[in-house]
């Protein structure tokens, strides 16, 4: 059991409560005047808001580092504030199922933007897999770390959001362009920095970050689907990352601090013991961040630094 789903429940009561108060259909979505959006976690969410600043209005589902939306299960105020949207905005690739759940007849007329079809991944592996959790393995669906991509959905959110709102269409097209200029200067930044590097990493959620890095990602896919799948980590695998990390045979440790087991426990503790650099990343944005290009910045100094220690 991972710390994020004993959390779960706590959180998807708290953030039902939330959606009855401002999601529900017999308050307007937007009687302020803005456009309603609704994403499926903060990090798509925070992207629109960048673009769309004052003239938009967006609700995340899942807006905890404890929710996982694996696992999450939709609910009818989920539903309601669906409907009421104008643009929903999710990832898709089998990491936010619950959200292709709520689109159906009720929201043909509501803009849509699913990033990872955006993304191109999809064709990257000729013959996926299904994983037991009933989402695909042989590609890595976390495309928010992947920076072409984010920039793709910029772009989309500003041209979907200048098509509801065509006398904004010139601030939308600015915002989008300051936003994916300063993910440019992120991208260039961490760039090549752990070329010819070893890295380990709990859980391949900052895959694309890694590669745009230009480490070398020798986790055993064992273990890595271990954790993923919430099932025991084979005593083979951990026994390698034990191996690896004592004898200091990588870089790098990169923990996914949203997942947490007793193996992976294990590993960044004999990281710390070792001396082997520890980086944290997230799935979702953490409490005390300003947005994604916020959260994002800290995620590439903590990397590069840890990469140059």
């Known amino acids: 059991m991972t710390v994020r789903n004993v959390l779960l429940g706590a959180v998807a009561a708290a953030t039902a409560v939330v959606l009855t108060a401002c999601g529900a259909r017999d308050t ?9 959006v609704v ?3 903060n990090v798509w969410g925070s992207v629109v808001q960048a673009v769309g600043g004052d003239a938009v209005r967006v609700q995340a589902l899942i807006d905890d580092p404890a929710g996982d939306p694996h696992s999450y299960e939709s609910k009818p105020s989920d539903l309601a504030a669906v409907r009421d949207a104008r643009l929903v905005v999710f990832n898709g690739g089998g990491y936010d199922d619950f959200f292709a759940t709520l689109l159906g007849p009720e929201t043909e007329g509501v803009r849509k933007i699913e990033a990872f079809p955006l993304s191109g991944k999809a064709g990257d592996h000729e013959e996926p897999e299904a994983g037991a959790d009933g989402h695909d393995h042989a590609v890595n669906e976390h495309v928010w770390y992947d920076f072409e991509t984010v920039r793709e959905v910029a772009d989309q959110a500003a041209a979907d959001l200048a098509a509801i709102a065509p006398d904004k269409k010139s601030a939308f097209e600015a915002n989008a362009k300051g936003f994916t200029d300063r993910l440019t200067g992120l991208e260039q930044r961490v760039s090549g920095t752990g070329a010819g590097k070893k890295v380990l990493a709990t859980e391949p959620v900052a895959h694309y970050l890694l590669d745009t890095a230009g480490v070398e990602d020798v986790t055993p896919e064992s273990f890595s689907d271990a954790v993923e ?7 083979a695998a951990l026994a390698e990352v034990t191996r690896l990390v004592e004898q200091k045979q990588v870089s790098l440790l990169v923990a996914n601090a949203q997942t947490e087991n007793a193996g992976t426990r294990q590993v960044v503790d004999g990281a710390k013991a070792a001396g082997v650099p520890v980086t944290e990343v997230t799935e979702t944005l953490p409490e005390g961040v300003t947005g994604y290009l916020d959260w994002m910045t800290k995620q590439v100094d903590s990397l590069v630094g840890a990469l140059a220690a």
Do not use: C, H, Y
Request: aromatic share 0%; net charge negative; charged share 25%.
């Open 28 to 36: 307007p979505a937007a009687d302020d005047g803005r456009i309603a």
């Open 39 to 41: 994403a499926s976690t």
């Open 229 to 235: 799948q919430e099932t025991d980590i084979p005593a």
